[in-house]
DNA sequence: TAGATTGTTAATCGATTAACAATC
DNA sequence: TAGATTGTTAATCGATTAACAATC
């Protein structure tokens, strides 16, 4: 499990295996080997190889891998084997939509606090939660040891709350405001921006 | 306007050009350079030239881009110069967000249909449109000449969702849903899944 | 003119794919 | 054993970056 320069495209594909396996362990599949996976993911089998062996040898040669012990590796890897609080910024209609999203419970990561800066907003409960002020933010994520924010406000916004985020040492940033936002380099910062998702998607009409 | 085979990096770097350059024509902003882009937007300016120079010489030498021209090229090139209307199937709490959406309105392409399969959704009103049933999605997305479909549902749904659009016409999909679909392969598709965002982000902890 | 910046070619870097020995 | 499939090296492919002549 050491880290012999990783990329991020094989980092990406990981929580993609690991949702088919998840799918395959629920139906009781034991094994599968790389060309299965190839197919139902669109992928070249011998990628999947690759990214796979570059954390270990889990597979057996001749018969494939275990979905089960597969599925546990690639959530230690994905550090998804202990529970990651997460913080939401903005109780909007996309972060309710977040926040309602249950999925990934499951894989042990749970929004644990949400904030909005509009007053009417707050103290209203979402999903057992309560809207809690932005003035609250810095010190409830070092309380609850929150380590990865979430942005939902809009793209005016967006820097603010991403510069609260680090002054209370999340680690790191999923942001779905349109805007690229600026943070320390120690800091990861991921965007989801589903308007340029629609927008790239408008090239190949 | 030719496409001398453009790659997907590319394609999916002229929104995030656009939308930075729109916003420096809010702030009458005439002129930019490559450096100034790639400054802003955390990118190469050598990669920036290159990106816009396959589709033509927008710049001027020694000077740089004029915003307003090269916002209307890149609108050209990505078909935001044309209304494209989009439908939605899944009237949940993220189809409702996308709904309510309305920063693409802009940008020319606009929701016109609303699905869902549950009969307490259907008749429900969200912004303006009315949430139809799944039985009326093939003829509607004809009529209304829907070009891009976008998918909200649960994973267990999302591929019978495809397979409709695409006997529908539609040319592009949006697939929300944390499951790869399968389409003819002159249909574009899109994963924007979130989960399995959060999911790579967690390596990174 | 001098300084700046593009468009483009060449060099570099990195990621994907093919191939195959090892082995279950 | 024969067939299948991994792990891994080598080959290919593609994308990013550097460099610079052209030129505003």
Redesign the interface.
Known sequence: MKTPKIS?AV??R???Y???LNELSRRNVQMVSSQDLGQ???LNPAQIRKDLAYFGEFGKKGIGYDVGYLIEKIRQ????DQL?P?ALVGA???G???C??N??LR?N?KIVAVFDSSPEKIGVQINNLTVLPMSALVETIRELKV??G?ITVPAFEAQVVANQFVEAGV??I?N?A???IKVPSEI?V?H?D????????????
């Open positions: 991020e980092v990406r990981l929580p993609v690991l949702r088919f139902k993911l669109d890897i994905l550090k998804l990651i997460v909007g209609n996309l309710r939509a977040l309602n999203y999925a990934y894989d990561m380590r990865i979430i680690e790191a999923l779905f349109p805007v690229i990861r991921h989801a589903f308007t340029t998702e629609l927008q790239s998607l408008a090239y190949y009409l």
